[in-house]
């Protein structure tokens, strides 16, 4: 069975950080592009940052550049999206989502369930 798996969500405070995890099984991520996106309530899905198949390289939404790192860890077939100085605007559930093709694409053939992040004091 193919799946991802998100995890490591929580409640944080202002100026926290959280590392989430998106853990594949039934296919390597070594041969996919992984994305990491969020819905908050009532607002449509955005996406938060990529990490390509091969080159590693990583593109990141303006309202994560400098906060958020994504890396991916191919003996363990997880990425991880690391998140730091988190603000009250970054609570969303936070999905992941991996593409046999180029994070330019945007388009993935695969998705977890999501985790929650709750931003707040």
């Known amino acids: 069975q193919l799946q991802l798996v998100e995890s490591g969500g929580g409640l944080v405070q202002p100026g926290g950080s959280l590392r989430l995890s998106c853990a594949a099984s039934?296919?390597?991520?070594?041969?996919?592009?992984v994305g990491w996106f969020r819905q908050a309530p009532g607002k449509e899905r955005e996406g938060v940052s990529c990490?390509?198949?091969?080159?590693?390289?990583?593109n990141y939404a303006d309202s994560v550049k400098g906060r958020f790192t994504i890396s991916k860890d191919n003996a363990k077939n997880t990425v991880y999206l690391q998140m730091n100085s988190l603000e009250p605007e970054d609570t969303a559930v936070y999905y992941c989502?991996?593409?046999?093709?180029?994070?330019?694409?945007?388009?993935?053939?695969?998705w977890g369930r999501g985790t929650q992040v709750t931003v707040s004091s």
């Open positions: 989502a991996a593409a046999g093709r180029p994070c330019e694409d945007n388009d993935f053939d695969y």
């Open positions: 039934g296919f390597r991520l070594d041969y996919y592009a």
């Open positions: 990490i390509s198949s091969t080159s590693g390289e990583a």
